[in-house]
């Protein structure tokens, strides 16, 4: 054997030397890699039916709104139907109810100086 071919053994030993030494980390980094798949598997995994729950809640939620929504819509048309009933009403009975108030206020005056002597009369 030559001094080349001692200086080859010696570089291809420190090669596969080198080869070895950044194999390590290489598999290390590898096995890391696995945890992360691993880990984002089964976070959707479990993410998965948390969504399918929230996607169901919130069709529930909206249809509940609807109801609601017909709920007040019916609200208004009864309370425009009853202030349209206490005009009608103010209207039908207030001004007759007005006239029958004041006639009777009239009577009651006209009856009462009917008893009572105006003064300087006398009462027989």
């Known amino acids: 054997m030559s001094g080349g071919d001692i200086a080859g053994l010696i570089a291809a030993g420190v090669f596969a030397l080198l080869v070895l030494l950044l194999a390590v980390p290489i598999l290390k980094l590898g ?6 798949r691993t880990s984002i598997r089964s976070l959707s995994d479990g993410a998965t039916p948390l969504m399918d729950e929230v996607t169901a809640t919130v069709s529930t939620t909206n249809e509940q709104l609807k109801k609601v929504d017909g ?12 202030s349209a009933l206490s005009s009608l009403v103010a209207a039908t009975v207030g001004s007759p109810l007005i006239k029958v108030a004041a006639f009777s206020y009239g009577v009651r005056s006209a009856l009462a100086s009917r008893k009572k002597p105006a003064p300087g009369r006398r009462s027989r």
Do not use: P, W, Y
């Not at 709920?71 to 009853?82: F, H, P, Q, T």
């Open 31 to 36: 096995s890391v890699l696995e945890e992360v």
């Open 71 to 82: 709920i007040a819509s019916n609200v208004s048309d009864a309370s425009a139907n009853l």
